[in-house]
């Protein structure tokens, strides 16, 4: 069985975590591939939320191996918290795998994310203060601290000091921050050496296998398309490829293993963060979807910017990730408008495009050109097969499936694990 990827098809937030607790109970692995405490899933289970920021949401799916891969950057505290928080909740954690490859968010990135963000003043970035652009920037430069250096002290503190000795610099005469010692960094990290040794095994080696013998992986990307570092609205993205390119690199799978991409779709469009929003609303109208979409982020508790739907943006996400099928989600929070709008193209200047511009600048000046669609009242959470809609809220799904330029295989009705209504198998 070839592997699937799932991944957002807008700025994040679109309800990935449900989509994967959905196919949870039917395949064997999921493999969170990139980002970290940065991200956020909501999956409702009966009367139980739960939160996960950084573990792969199969991790609530009894017999499902959770696997954190190589491209994820990992905040041992934060991680040790979560599993702690669900054990609590007498939730297994004990199958969960974590990559050696992984790199270690310490102290000193959480520290240079807020205090940069602070000195960029109006012109910052928006991100959440976790460390994860600091992270991700080192290792690139070749600085970063991985999982398995906490398996070789002597290792550990070299790496550490060779990454403090410009950082202090930064902190100390840019930022007037006190300097960080090594060995309060070492000691610090040394600590979860024992509690994360059981977990870190080969995870490609793991995945491969897996596949060779015919069980199923499941490839769960954080934020979405349009925060990719190389595809998003750079430069106010994240700091890794939610996109389904990065499902390969962040978890040793090759793409010929891949046979499925899920987009991951909400049934209007959210983003956390500074950043072109070509229909966001600042009416009555985004705070009601604000309010009825509970659009805070599970993260950071901000409020999410709302707008209608943005089929350019669609258009690009099945492009780039070579969707086979979407995922349409909170299509129940529609109920209730007369009349509602859908982007289906951008003025730019006085120029209609159907594509997303190409510059930044451009994004910026879009301005969205609507078509509207007409509304449905009925309460639709119910509903579990495509006819128990009203023809207006059936019509809205055809509508979206024709000018994003993909099937629809699933559409969610609500928050509930089994609000979904399923139109086409997203693992056979």
């Given amino acids: 069985m070839p592997a699937i990827v799932l991944v957002g098809a807008q700025w994040g937030d679109e309800g990935k975590g449900k989509a994967t607790d959905l196919l949870g109970s039917r395949v064997d692995y ?22 996960l920021h950084l573990l792969p949401s199969g991790i609530l799916t009894p017999g499902c191996t959770p696997v954190i891969g190589n491209g994820v950057v990992v905040d041992p505290g934060v991680l040790f918290e979560e599993v702690e928080a669900l054990q609590e909740q007498d939730v297994d954690t004990s199958r969960l795998l974590v990559s050696p490859d992984a790199h270690l968010i310490t ?4 520290t240079l994310d807020k205090v940069a963000e602070r000195f960029l003043g109006k012109a910052r970035i928006g991100t959440t203060g976790r460390g994860i652009g600091p992270t991700y920037a080192d290792k690139v430069a070749r600085l970063g601290i991985r999982v398995q250096d906490l398996f070789d002290e002597s290792i550990l503190r070299q790496k550490v000091e060779a990454s403090l000795e410009m950082k202090n610099q930064i902190l100390v005469k840019i930022y007037n921050r006190r300097e960080i010692s090594v060995a309060e960094i070492t000691d610090y990290l040394l600590a979860f050496a024992e509690q994360l040794s059981p977990m870190v095994v080969d995870t490609s080696r793991v995945l491969n296998n897996a596949l060779d013998e015919g069980q199923v992986v499941l490839l769960e990307g954080g934020q979405g398309t349009l925060l990719d570092v190389d595809h998003g609205t750079y430069p106010f993205v994240t700091s890794s490829n939610p996109t389904a390119g990065g499902a390969c690199t962040g978890s040793g799978i090759g793409p010929t293993r891949i046979a499925r991409v899920v987009g991951i779709l909400k049934a209007y469009t ?6 072109p929003f070509p229909t966001e609303l600042h009416d009555a109208d985004g705070q009601r979807l604000r309010e009825v979409g509970h659009e805070y982020g599970v993260t950071t508790g901000r409020d999410r910017r709302c707008g209608w739907f943005d089929a350019p943006i669609a258009r690009f996400a099945s492009r780039a990730n070579g969707l086979t099928d979407f995922f349409l989600t909170k299509l129940d929070v529609l ?12 003025d730019v200047d006085g120029e209609r495009t159907e594509e997303l511009p190409l510059s930044q600048s451009e994004f910026h000046h879009a301005r969205p050109i609507y078509e509207f669609l007409p509304g449905w009242s009925e309460d639709i959470s119910d509903a579990r097969s495509l006819s128990d809609l009203p023809a207006n809220a059936q019509a809205y799904i055809d509508y979206i499936a024709d000018v994003s330029g993909t099937r629809i295989s699933a559409v969610g009705v609500g928050p509930d694990r089994d609000a979904t209504i399923t139109l086409r198998d997203l693992v056979d």
């Fill in 270 to 275: 959210t983003r956390v963060g500074a950043g």
């Fill in 30 to 51: 999921v493999v969170r591939y990139q980002g970290g405490n940065n991200a956020g899933h909501t999956v409702v289970v009966g009367d139980r939320t739960f939160a």
């Fill in 335 to 346: 109920s209730g408008w007369e009349q509602i709008p859908v982007c289906v193209a951008y």
């Fill in 107 to 110: 102290p000193y990135h959480v």
